[in-house]
């Protein structure tokens, strides 16, 4: 397994399905080792989940869509959000991604949490945003806010095929 170069990252991107679409600018998305993400909608979680044995009886919390204020601008209360990214992945399936946090978040009390991008995935992603400064966080729509790092498997695998392939596209 390695991890994909800036180089190849734009090599993917520039192919039939792209490995990433719908992006806000790619020379500044694109970085050395891996992709920025950026920012869509964010959710308020309005209700519990359920997670069980058996997927079918799996529910997701049901959401608050926030909105942005004239200038773009969301303050957020401490607490957790569902945040959904502008960019479409198409992952191939011998290539994988994690994403991190862009540090400046972090620096500000605010983390992401990811769950694996699975090799054969397509999909526009959500994550879940936590805002732990007790003063709040300002998040503006399409700022960069995870990087996704492609990792090439040692093979092909048959690819994701659970519940979310395909979503919010």
Same mark, same amino acid.
């Given at each position: 397994m390695s991890v994909l170069s800036k180089n190849e990252i734009k090599r993917l991107i520039?192919?039939?399905?792209?490995?990433?679409?719908?992006?806000? !600018?790619?020379d500044e998305q694109l970085q050395p080792n891996g992709f920025d993400l950026t920012l869509r909608d964010v %959710?308020? #979680?309005?209700?519990?989940?359920?997670?069980?044995?058996?997927?079918s009886k799996r529910v997701t919390s049901?959401?608050?869509?926030?909105?942005?204020?004239?200038?773009?601008n969301?303050?957020?209360?401490p607490g957790n959000y569902l945040?959904?990214? !502008?960019e479409i992945v198409h992952l191939p399936n011998n290539?994988?991604?994690?994403?991190?946090?862009?540090? %400046?978040? #972090?620096r500000c009390g605010v983390a992401i949490h990811n769950a694996v991008w699975d090799a054969g995935y397509t999909g526009r992603s959500q994550c879940l945003l936590v805002v732990y400064n007790p003063q709040g966080f300002v998040m503006?729509?399409?700022?960069?806010?995870?990087q996704l790092v492609f990792f090439k498997l040692d093979g092909e695998t048959e690819g994701y095929q659970g519940k979310y392939q395909g979503e919010n596209i």
């Open positions: 520039m192919r039939k399905p792209p490995l990433i679409d719908d992006y806000i !600018n790619l %959710s308020a #979680l309005l209700t519990p989940g359920i997670i069980s044995v058996e997927n049901e959401l608050k869509p926030l909105d942005f204020d004239k200038d773009g969301l303050k957020l209360a945040i959904t990214l !502008n290539i994988m991604a994690l994403a991190k946090p862009r540090s %400046s978040l #972090l503006q729509k399409h700022a960069r806010v995870n």
